[in-house]
């Protein structure tokens, strides 16, 4: 392979373990929120427990940005480290809650957790886009699939665990992709691209 289309395929690697807690994460907690509140609740009925729940979801219209718009300001690795670590902070809370909790509290809780989370989504497309241009489609297509296959892991631990567990379980895990993310290399210099009539362009990716 020419050394202008080689790229660290750890760097690949790397985002697709953080998306696996990102994305993977929230549409896992997506589908079980409603009911957590629901039993978690005393008073509650379902439509009033789905409500509550869509906080976690409608944060995804302020964080993606978000996490997207600092890595481009603050560096990527930066960025995508510290979300991942408050993600796990954020799971760690979630899985303290319980029916003595102030509801308010407990929403106000969820929905900081879900900033860190699907800011840390934004923060890994930042990077995407950087590994190898010419394969952005398929580095974005794997990265993406890791985010559906952590949803179907922590669903599956959750049929096994109760709730509290169920967010240590992810906040572990999150804690363990933190370290991972040290091993990503910060997009830096110029990316190579060869245009139709052959010239190669340098593109400044900092």
């Known amino acids: 392979v020419p ?3 080689r790229y660290k395929f750890k760097q690949v ?3 697709d ?3 696996f807690a990102t994305f993977g994460s929230e549409l896992a907690v997506v589908s079980m929120l409603p009911l957590f509140f629901l039993e978690t609740f005393e008073g509650l009925d379902p439509v009033k427990a789905g409500l509550l729940a869509s906080g976690f979801a409608f944060m995804n219209l302020v964080a993606r ?5 600092l890595s481009d300001k603050i560096g990527r690795k930066k960025t995508l480290s510290v979300l991942i670590l408050g993600l796990a902070i954020g799971y760690m809370v979630l899985s303290q809650i319980d029916g003595t909790w102030w509801i308010p509290v407990a929403v106000i809780a969820t929905m900081a957790c879900s900033f860190f989370v699907q800011a840390g989504e934004g923060a890994v497309f930042a990077v995407v886009p950087l590994i190898q241009r ?3 489609g ?8 890791y985010g559906n296959v952590g949803a179907v892991c922590y669903l599956t631990v959750l ?6 567990t169920f967010f240590m379980v992810i906040a572990a895990s999150a804690a363990l992709i933190f370290f991972a993310t040290m091993f990503l290399n910060e997009p830096k210099g ?4 060869v245009n139709e009539d052959g010239t190669v362009e340098l593109i400044d990716v900092n």
Do not use: K, N
């Open 138 to 145: 398929q580095i974005a297509g794997m990265t993406g699939a």
């Open 3 to 5: 050394e202008l289309h």
């Open 17 to 19: 373990v953080a998306y």
């Open 190 to 193: 110029h990316m190579a691209e």
């Open 65 to 69: 940005p978000t996490g997207g718009h």
């Open 134 to 136: 010419r394969m952005t």
């Open 159 to 164: 049929s096994f665990v109760d709730y509290s």
């Open 13 to 15: 690697a790397v985002l």
